[in-house]
């Protein structure tokens, strides 16, 4: 068994992936208050493909060093926007035709092993590591996932949680 | 559609968790840098519930203030161990009856969403964010799981990559 190089792993530069087929899939941070979760957060949606992640509210945009510290040069690949409002984005994101989801524990969410999603535009919306998501857009929403969890702790970290939720879309896209 | 609290919630005390049963499943960190990784690791295991979460190598254990930030409190609930020697650490757990698999891009990986895992006790390394596995467990390996990915960059965060790989654990024992 070898470990593979990154030039073995044949992954595409900035332009290519830039031009390429992205998953219909919009990330949405609203109010993400740590700049290295954000920075996370870009990594991993060049990793899966995903189309646009959206910042909002307090969450930090590039340029920003701490950021980087943990996007690594991904912010330089991932589309991104900032809107201020959260509600706007949301409003904007379902003119253009995706299903809005949080990802968050409601009296209404649904585990993430049981969601059913095929090749929908989808929008996951993540919100504040203390306060979670903002009770405005709770109504606009089209649904909430929650990820089961058999800890002591409310939730995991929220680059972890996103990490797990982009998966398992990606996988049933597979 | 209402947020959820802590209450309401109802997860386990400290002391509840640990006399809980617990998915048979070990965790091992080869020298990861971050100690807040490590952090969130401890976080992501509380959460899934983990027998044992190896620390092995440089990677830092508790107490640790940069641990603590991302782990909050999650040292306390997670049974761990430190071991300075990999080798050792792996010959331990393998004589304790679980395969171990490594989270690595090699010639040989197995894609996560090819993995064929039932209800085995299983261990599953990650290694040094820049490095990965050490390459002397390579052949003492069950085999290496590797997410498919898309983007430019040669990997995911080391913890966002482990709270996937072990959701996918989690949901295929569900």
Chains 1, 2 share one sequence.
């Not at 595409?12 to 957060?41: H, M, T, W």
């Not at 993540?126 to 929650?146: A, K, Q, R, T, Y």
Request: hydrophobic share 40%; with cysteine.
């Amino acid at each position: 068994m070898k470990k593979l190089s990154l030039l073995e792993l044949d992954r595409p530069d900035v332009e290519q992936f830039k031009k390429s087929d992205k998953n219909q899939i919009i990330v949405v941070l609203d109010n993400v208050r740590s700049a290295l979760n954000v920075g996370s957060f870009f990594r991993t949606c060049d990793g899966f493909a995903v189309e646009t992640l959206y910042l909002t509210g307090i969450t930090g945009c590039p340029p920003n060093r701490e950021i980087q510290k943990t996007a690594i040069g991904a912010t330089e690949s991932v589309s991104w926007e900032y809107r201020e409002n959260i509600v706007d984005a949301v409003t904007e994101i379902k003119a253009a035709g995706y299903e809005v989801w949080g990802v968050e524990q409601t009296n209404q969410s649904v585990m993430l092993d049981r969601i059913e999603m095929s090749d929908q535009k989808i929008a996951l919306v993540f919100g504040n590591e203390v306060d979670g998501l903002s009770e405005e857009i709770l109504p606009m929403l089209d649904g909430c996932i929650e990820i089961p969890q058999f800890g002591t702790k409310h939730s995991l970290n929220v680059a972890v949680c996103g990490g797990i939720v982009l998966w398992e879309m990606i996988r049933k896209r597979k």
